[in-house]
């Protein structure tokens, strides 16, 4: 992964919010695992919407943090879909943080490779539905 390319997507982030003091750990930068949760939250967003359902997390890639988040950064995590399947949906959602208003930096602070599946109400997969041409 590389932090060379600190331009977002053109697309909207599917997610945007900011840190805030009670995501922070004990040496006071936002928590790896709240980062990990947004992540898996925004994928999960893009997933299910095409899948038209309810999906499961199955595999993360990796996590590699680049830059820490700090309090007051606003965060936002980009969906992009890499490969659908028959019942699973793979995302790549990178994550930037923007922080500085008065000197506004923008900064890609971590990205992961995140697998989700497609189930049913009983909670086995089922077939991921494909739009129609």
Not at 59 to 72: L, T
Not at 91 to 108: C, G, H, Q
Request: charged share 20%; glycine share 6%.
């Amino acid at each position: 992964m590389s932090t060379e390319n600190n331009k977002p997507p053109e697309a909207e982030p599917t997610i945007r919010l900011l840190a805030r003091p009670q995501d922070t750990n004990f040496a006071g930068d936002i928590f790896g695992g709240w980062i990990m949760a947004q992540v898996d939250l925004a994928g999960s967003i893009e997933a299910s919407r095409k899948a038209k359902g309810r999906v499961v997390t199955v595999a993360v890639k990796e996590f590699q943090f680049h830059k820490p988040i700090y309090v007051g950064d606003l965060v936002s995590c980009y969906v992009s879909i890499t490969r659908i399947g028959t019942t699973s949906i793979t995302v790549l959602v990178e994550v930037y943080a923007e922080r500085n208003p008065a000197n506004p930096e923008r900064i890609k602070v971590t990205e992961a490779t995140v697998t989700y599946v497609a189930v049913d109400a009983a909670g086995k997969p089922r077939p991921v539905i494909q739009p129609t041409q």
